[in-house]
């Protein structure tokens, strides 16, 4: 939230937003981390509504559904100052606009360790809802792997029970939230989330982007998978409309399917 206002972190005794004029409380019924990202998905909306009256004049579907509720006058506050734009949308209660919401991409759970520090940068870069992790051990020896669960099938095409290496014995399974995505920053491996790491953050700074096409290849071995195939034609869609060269390989023998893998593309399914 201090990222996307350009707002200064300052310590002291009690937890609000503070401007020439205006003070907003941080400590609230909510609780600290809801009311943060409250007012961060608040603040995100509104400014996304007021834009419009800028260079893109679209006819945006939160606007035509907020304007009528809301005493606020987004072509005054398109010009105005952050800290007044930002002192007239918390003038609104959440609840009003709670439904416009649009379902955030990203919510991190971050061990508050020294070591989670430096992904910070690139978590609000994404604009990821930060929370202290809200954590329940997880038992290796029972755990249930959905991913390979979802993969393997037996010869009545049932889903096969797989459980979880012996080797793994620090698991975590973070608490579950609206957005899109999980991630977990810490040093334990997680259940239900990706685990993101500063050398991981680093190597995306170094990537360069591909030109062309993005070669995908799709293997299918099992003829019950034939679902999973037209699902990959539909995602990746024709080659005159999106940049994908969708190569599907079907029934492929082990030496076959080793010169798949030697071979050199950007995806593989």
Known sequence: MAYYLGAKLIPGNTSQIVTDGFEHPLRTARGFENEVESVLKQTFLLDCVARMEGFYRIDLHERQQIEPLVDLDFAVLYDAPIAERLEAYLSVPYAVIEEFVPDWQLTTHVEPISESVETLPFLVDDLAVIRMPQTKRVSASTLQIPAVDEFVRDGDSTRSAVE?????????????????????????????????????????????????DIDTTVVCNDRQMGEERTLADEVYGSREELPFDVTVRNDLSTEKLRAVLESETQFLH
């Open 164 to 212: 979880a290496p012996a080797s793994v014995n620090s698991l975590v399974e973070p608490e579950t939230t609206d957005s899109l995505e999980q991630v977990w920053v810490g040093e334990d491996a997680p259940v239900g989330a990706s685990k993101a790491t500063t050398a991981a953050f680093r190597n995306r700074l170094e990537r360069t982007p591909l030109s062309g």
